[in-house]
């Protein structure tokens, strides 16, 4: 039995085919469409949109619209997703959808196993793209439309690459998010476990790289005063001495790929060290030599490896950063 073969089956003079596109991403609305079909005439080429081409659906897009007896399509944002569920703002857009024609169909047959709760009678149907002429009438026009949306996002957003992944969860996005975070359109929901565990992650690289410096210097012959210090002003991972110094040290442990270390500690950065030391020296008054340290840990991928240390004794220098500070404690 052909698409169109099931829908005449029917014997339902005006119904809609109900879908969605956009269930599984990470970014974007979630969009649905409903589709009242002439069974009449039937559309070439109408099929499930996951079998279809880009540029098939696109053309497809245009004489759906064309053709129709009606047609809508409607969306839940990614605010209504991340408070409602994704789940519920599915339903929401599908109602949206078909509330949204013009023509008032008696039925709706709607893809997949979970009833949306339509304002009028309706059948499920998995796999229902593959099924009937209206469903993937209704898919085509969801996909295209999603779609374009994460298109026009990527103007917005050209930093996370939506025109290619569409929002989806390749390797390139998390990349991306890995390295901007997430966006107002991403669905926070979505990214909530994956943040955790990255943070999670960080936490245990942080540590590692703090024991293996301040291992690297006791077996370099210094003594660690404080690990860790903090105050209003910043935080010092390590403070240590050695032959007249004070070595206030700052920790960069990182994976093997990706930027230095060292590149880590900005301007800024700097500024809250030297802060942070202007501090504990007038807790601690000291005759030793302060100088500014910078160890740096790169670490393997896989969890738990140290791949090196080194330590960069007089990273930098105070009366080199010049931001309005007094250094005469120096």
Known sequence: MTLYEYDRSLGIPVFCGVDEAGRGPLAGDVYAAAVILPLDEEIPGINDSKKLSPKKREALFDVILEKAVAASIASATVEEIDRLNILQAT?????RAVDGLKVKPAFALVDGNRNPGLSVPSRLVVKGDGTSASIAAASILAKVARD???????????????????????????ARLDQYGASPVHRLTFLKKYFAAKEGTAQAHGKLGEDTAAGLLEQAGYRILERNYRCPGGEIDLIAQKDGFLAFCEVKARLSSGILPRE???????????????????????????????????LSPAEGKVLSAEHLPGAFVPDQRNGGMDYAAF
């Open 148 to 174: 374009r949306s994460m298109e026009e996002l990527a103007k917005a957003y050209p930093q996370y690459a939506f025109e290619q992944h569409k929002g989806y969860g390749t390797k390139e996005h998390y």
């Open 264 to 298: 880590a500690v900005t301007p800024a950065k700097q500024n809250r060290i030297i802060r942070a030391a202007l501090t504990y020296l007038s807790e601690h008054p000291s005759e030793l030599q302060p100088r500014f340290d910078v160890i740096e840990v790169t």
């Open 91 to 95: 339903f929401l857009a599908m109602n």
